[in-house]
């Protein structure tokens, strides 16, 4: 049975009969009533779980259609997401419940409960109002995973500030893209964070990017690493505040803002395939309900359950499966600020056993990473707590996914392989855990309120084709900040317009069950052969000695176009490159065929991936064809880009 992304898979693993029993959609028969329901009668459907939310004012209409796509939700209704994420909690008598246990990566901690996260989030808000932002300024963000991430998010949405969050882990040249983009009144930073033990100075990192940015009114810095040297900062009076000089004595109540459905929560930016960051628009109303919802289905959560998403809150994944969506649902969640292998690779497993976390969600990169690492890592520590797992952000291989459930879950814990966007806002294909028998690198089916559908280019459903979404759904991004015309090319541009197109490839077996191969843009054409990049990885990983692979499209005088596959090998794995590179070669002629075969495979310790675990792919294109290499800044092992271009160069 072939382990590449096909629909092949025969492995199926069932709920267990104790989840389901308890779950909130515990059958496969239910689910699909859920989910036919929500399809006949979308506006229902999406107002009665509105209805589970406080509002401060009654929406209007559900959906208005009338200027497609520029869908709107709950049209005239009212609200503000801190209510639902803070005050709900607290009125309802769960003040006292954790809301954050968070830990920095030298073993610090702190813990929140609701209570006391509302009247931060007052006080912070209070001090942005000091300092002259309120509803509709653009605030942006650069800060490490600590609480005041968190805080500072909802202190904007508090007062109906916009929030740009800036991964802090990108350029000082990113910043002033985003800064400038957005035109952002306020950036608020830290001066500095912790990664792999190293101290990052991230207020120098924001000077440099915000120098000639006349936008930026404010610089608001968190204080992480103390007043000491190398954190004496250069300081632009008037501009630059403390942040703990400004709260001091600052009210801890702070009315909420009261914002209408459409007005926007947040921007975002994300990669475009013109090289231009395009900055997604998120509003407040459709985002809260669709993050509460698929929060609560996808995870099944529970009152008892500490959950914890390792991804950065500068991402969507943080965004709203970290903040919005779990906070919707009063969950008690671990933060974590630093490296999964500081001070060793068993760090991740250590932070399990310490806090019983039951609801664990990464990416399929973290996982390939671990088992490189090796099952001792995790072994020596209790995981007994952990009922549910979750993947976010890529497929996830097969080999990956069998890995996880028997190492990671002791093959008890259902696995939700989550398939969304930035721009969806939410989880739109994924198993619902209590009700939907799963295939190891399947995202499953759609989840409910989702007409989700493989066609082509004439809207024909197949087999093997591209991904579409048929239906609006309120999590759904508004626009692109400042070029509706490029949001309409970019998510509308097929299918006269009718259908959301997520720009991915997919397949959907004999069960419905929906396999997303990758994005189209990373199909390569070899031969008049299209090969999805994401297969041929699927089958590079499924030899017992790779960990990780990554696999580009090269010019070819005579194909036209080739492939390059860069692969790295587990720790301890016994042989030599020219055996499994031999047996890679066999292993794609007999899963694929023989026309997939790479020009060449180069092995390496490691491939170029930013501090969030992203392969840039480009570099790799980069060294391929011999370019000058772009930015390197924001890779967690700039050293490692030379390495492999010695490696490629030689041919070894």
Known sequence: MSDSLTPTEERLFNPPADFASQAHVGSLDAYRQLHARSLEDPEGFWAEIASELTWTKPWNRVLNADNAPFY??????????????????VEAGQGGKTAILWEGEPGDTRELTYEQLLKDVCRFANVLKGLGVGKGDSVAIYL???PE?????????????????????FSSESVKDRVLDASSKCVITADGSWRRGKELLLKNIVDEGIAGCDCVEQVLVIQRHGDREPFKHNWTAGRDHWFHDQVDGVSDECPAEDMDAEDMLFLLYTSGSTGKPKGIMHTVGGYMVYTYLTSKLTFDLKPADVYWCTADVGWITGHSYIVYGPMANAVTQVMYEGAPNHPDESRFWQIVEKYRVSVF???????????????DFVTKHDLSSLRLLGTVGEPINPEAWMWYHRVIGGERCPIVDTWWQTETGGHMITPLPGAIPTKPGSATLPFPGIDAAVIDENGDEVERGLLAIR????????GIWGDEERFVNTYWCKWGGKYYFPGDGAIRDEDGYIWVTGRVDDVVNVSGHRIG???????????????ESAVIGVPHEIKGQGLVAFVIIRSGASGEEAAWRTELMAMVDEKIGKFARPEKIVFSADLPKTRSGKIMRRLLRDIAEDRPLGNITTLADPSIVEQIKVKYQSGS
């Not at 709107?72 to 909690?89: A, P, S, V, Y």
């Not at 990049?533 to 960990?547: D, F, I, M, R, Y």
């Open 471 to 478: 239906k609006p759904w309120p999590g759904m991004l508004r």
């Open 361 to 375: 969600y990464t990416a399929p990169t973290a996982i390939r990473a671990f088992m490189k690492w090796g099952d």
């Open 144 to 146: 490490p995973m600590i």
């Open 149 to 169: 991430l968190a805080i500072a998010l909802l202190a904007c949405a508090r007062i109906g500030a916009v929030h740009s969050v800036i991964f802090a882990g």
């Open 533 to 547: 990049t994401a297969e041929l990885e699927s089958v590079c990983v499924a030899h017992p000695a790779v960990a």
């Open 72 to 89: 709107k939700w709950f049209e005239g209704g009212r609200t503000n997401i801190t209510l639902n994420c803070l005050d709900r909690h």
